[in-house]
């Protein structure tokens, strides 16, 4: 199957502080890509759509300043959370569409807030 | 926009013993699929099955599209089918969006 590779895993920064989360499609182009939410124990929240080369989609309730997404190519999307803060932190996780319409999910990057 | 449940929420099983997870969803669907979450939040893609049956090892999925619901079974369990196992849907939008359900917590005891 593709390969979806997301980084960093984990990280760690301080209240205020802003977290950049990249999302690579390895064996594949990607015109759109997905990142998703979610918090313990439960389901996962789709955020936004991301899309090469405009701008990106974003589900109600999902604050667009908070939470910028470029898709600069084919391969390539950033999550930044920007003025992070403990309410921020949780587990992000991004997803690429391969062929007639499967996804492929990254491994996840998991972000706490100080 | 499409709604997406599963059913059990929590399911506890022996080894070797067989389950069958359901999903139900609200609307048409282009595409739908099936995951298992592994402890550190991997999602393992299992089936991408918009409709008919297909089977992998233990695992077998069934898809009836008209009657919105799908069936994943799990034969013969092990203590590593443990997890989550989520469903998730797009609809005919043609946006690709998918949908998660809530999830079943799957725990399988040696």
């Known amino acids: 199957g593709a390969v979806v590779s997301q980084h960093p895993s984990r990280v760690i920064c301080k209240s205020g502080t802003s977290v950049k989360i990249e999302c690579r499609s390895l064996d594949f182009q990607a015109t759109t890509m997905f990142w998703y939410r979610q918090f313990p124990k439960k389901s996962l929240m789709l955020m936004a759509t991301s899309n090469e080369g405009s701008k990106a989609t974003y589900e109600q309730g999902v604050e667009k300043d908070k939470f910028l997404i470029n898709h600069a190519s084919l391969t390539l999307s950033t999550l930044t959370v920007t003025s992070a803060h403990p309410e921020d932190s949780s587990f992000y996780i991004c997803?690429?569409?391969?062929?007639?319409?499967?996804?492929?999910f990254g491994e996840g990057s998991r972000l706490t807030v100080l | 926009g499409i709604q997406v449940e599963q059913s059990p929420p929590d399911l506890i099983l022996q080894e070797g013993a067989n389950s069958t997870l359901r999903c139900n969803f609200s609307?048409?669907?282009?595409?739908l699929q099936w995951f298992h979450q592994n402890p550190w939040g991997q999602l393992i893609n299992l089936f991408y099955?918009?409709?008919g049956t297909k089977q992998n090892g233990r695992l077998s999925a069934t898809t009836v599209a008209t009657e919105r619901y799908s069936l994943l079974y799990i034969s013969s369990s092990q203590t590593t089918d443990s997890g989550v196992y989520f469903c998730?849907?797009?609809?005919?939008?043609?946006?690709?969006?998918?949908?998660f359900g809530t999830g079943t917590r799957l725990k399988v005891l040696a």
């Open positions: 997803s690429a569409r391969a062929g007639a319409g499967e996804l492929f």
């Open positions: 998730a849907a797009s609809d005919t939008s043609g946006t690709y969006k998918y949908i």
């Open positions: 099955i918009p409709s």
């Open positions: 609307d048409s669907v282009n595409n």
